[in-house]
């Protein structure tokens, strides 16, 4: 059994084990516990196995990531979006699990993973580095993947880059579609400003707080949504380092409401030529599907689903059209 080091300045002093399955009581931090205490709890809402890992990259120091399923089946990874951690995937797993192995890294700066500072980076490759380095650990080399929002950008560039993925699945409108960002996300890339406006969203009832950033960005219907989801993000404000790292992402994606290159690869996006599949809610509020449609018109061998009535996290809304769609294209 290795032991992981500290991963980072920022990234608080726990020291955890790789290559076990964790519980709460193995995080040193009591913020760090708080939240691995409420990702138990989220998972056992939706009473599937799924455990709690982590291993040691060189790019950004310790990467957590949950895993399950069929130990037997084809590797799936799930990449969670800007603001969300791995956990957000946890509705969808029981429609996977059965016939994949499911891993569902945090990306650093958000869940259990380091939150390494993102400024001065080469965005491009640091944005995947950690997961090659996963990858490699786990000695898997080309996974199914599913990507939500800034973890659409990331499945994109491994497939671009890398040609690490087998079948790509965007649910929600990926980044890497479009050189617009909403006007919040703009004025979160400017220096000083983000951290104000950060403060400001901060303020209040934690939990209250998610709830409301849940519903005015990522979903219409809450309905479905269980109360430990949101005490799991309020808990993941208080992570050691989490402020700084993410309020570094969000000046490296662009200088003054201008936004990062990386936002705007459709030219490249249309050569991917693995099997693809765009879903995509009515109300998404990065992007509506008039702008992700014509980029997969171009695409070799992609589809598109539209989904009336959800948002930028469809599998969160009620029912399980969701899970229909992304169970049934990783089956063909």
Known sequence: MRTAPDSSSMSGSTTVSEDCALSPDDWSHPAERRYADAQARLVDHY????????????????????????????????????????????????????????????????????????????????????LLELLDDLAIDRPHVAGNSHGGLQSLLLAIDHDRVDRLQLVGAPGGVSRDLPLLFRLLTVRGLNRVLLWLLSRGDPVENARQSMQRVNVVDAAAIPDVFYELLAAGQDLPGRPESQRSLATAQGSYGRVHPLFDIRDEIVGIDCPTQFVWGTEDAFYPPDVGRPVAEKM????????????????LEPGDEVAGLVRGFFDN
Do not use: C, I, K, M
């Not at 399950?68 to 979006?81: A, F, I, T």
């Not at 070799?300 to 599998?315: K, S, Y």
């Open 300 to 315: 070799p061998d992609a589809e598109f689903h539209e989904l009336p009535g959800h948002g930028h996290t469809p599998w």
């Open 47 to 130: 009473d599937h196995s799924v455990e709690s890992r982590v291993t040691e990259t060189d790019a950004a120091g310790r990467v957590h990531y949950l895993v399950g399923g069929n130990q037997d089946g084809d590797p799936l990874l799930l990449l969670h979006g800007v603001g969300t951690p791995a956990a957000t995937w946890l509705p969808l797993v029981p429609a996977l699990t059965d016939e994949y192995r499911v891993y569902a890294p945090d990306r650093p700066g958000l869940g259990l993973s380091a939150a390494p500072s993102y400024r001065d980076r080469d965005l491009r490759s640091f944005l995947v580095a950690y």
